[in-house]
């Protein structure tokens, strides 16, 4: 802060970009505050929402429908481990979990510090939910009755569809910052649509894992390529950055 020699203040911040009021509209846009009833349902039904809800519903959903086949899967394809094997088995793919969802969130957010692109964490989404489709399409198609190639398909599509998840809540916070609350709801309950869809899709597929299996990494790729030209943040929104 400055005097002139008239007495008057004068504010300087040579490192802003942008003018007093433009900071204060954007300081504004990140305030979270109680929307509306009608302010939530335009947040609800933004295509940006839209992006987000897709692609948890596709990983998300993706991983509770097949944690819920997996050990029978692996009893079918493999009698002898038995039913407790089986199941020691399919439990690594939710333990893995522990490392590939937080990966995916970290990677999100090194591409964004490096790239100041919010575009940069969407393609990065999108990759992750093509590349695990591709591995769900590779499953389904091989059916391997060798536990290596099995269960290396399964590790690879694991890192994919889980990193997908927490790639997917990197670009949560940005969709609508005053309304973080309503996207993630949103986002998150989209997750536990996708694994009743899922699920579904095995139900009258009973016993043919691989097939079920295919038409869901179709699904996941057919779906992220449906959303993956949607801008990552509304026209005209303040802040969000």
């Avoid at 433009?22 to 009608?38: C, H, I, N, S, W």
């Avoid at 897709?54 to 493999?78: M, P, T, V, W």
């Avoid at 510090?113 to 198609?141: D, R």
């Avoid at 599509?157 to 916070?173: K, R, T």
Wanted: one cysteine or more; aromatic letters at 12%; charged letters at 10%.
């Amino acid at each position: 802060m400055q005097f002139s020699a008239t007495g008057d203040r004068k504010s300087f911040d040579h490192e802003a970009q942008m003018g007093e009021q433009q900071m204060l509209d954007t300081a504004r846009g990140e305030v979270v505050m109680k929307p509306t009833f009608r302010e939530a349902l335009r947040v609800v039904f933004t295509p940006q929402v839209l992006v987000v809800a897709a692609g948890y519903f596709c990983s998300f959903g993706g991983e509770l429908a097949i944690n819920s086949i997996l050990g029978a899967y692996y009893l079918k394809n493999f009698p002898k481990l038995g039913q407790t094997g089986s199941g020691r088995w399919a439990a690594m793919f939710g333990l893995l979990n522990v490392a590939f969802r937080p990966a995916g969130g970290i990677i999100a957010d090194a591409i964004y510090n490096k790239t100041g692109s919010v575009w940069a964490k969407k393609i990065w989404l999108h990759t992750l939910g093509v590349i695990s489709g591709c591995f769900l399409l590779a499953i389904g198609m091989v059916n391997s009755h060798h536990k290596s190639t099995m269960f290396g398909l399964i590790a690879g599509m694991a890192f994919f569809l889980e990193a997908s998840n927490g790639a997917n809540f990197a670009l949560v916070p940005h969709v609508s910052p005053h309304a973080n609350g309503i996207v993630s709801g949103v986002t998150g309950a989209a997750g536990n649509l996708g694994g009743i869809v899922f699920a579904i899709i095995f139900r009258y597929n009973p016993g043919h894992y691989g097939k079920a299996i295919y038409i869901i990494g179709a699904m996941t790729i057919g779906i992220n390529l449906a959303v993956c030209w949607i801008k990552p943040i509304p026209k005209g929104q303040i802040g969000g950055r």
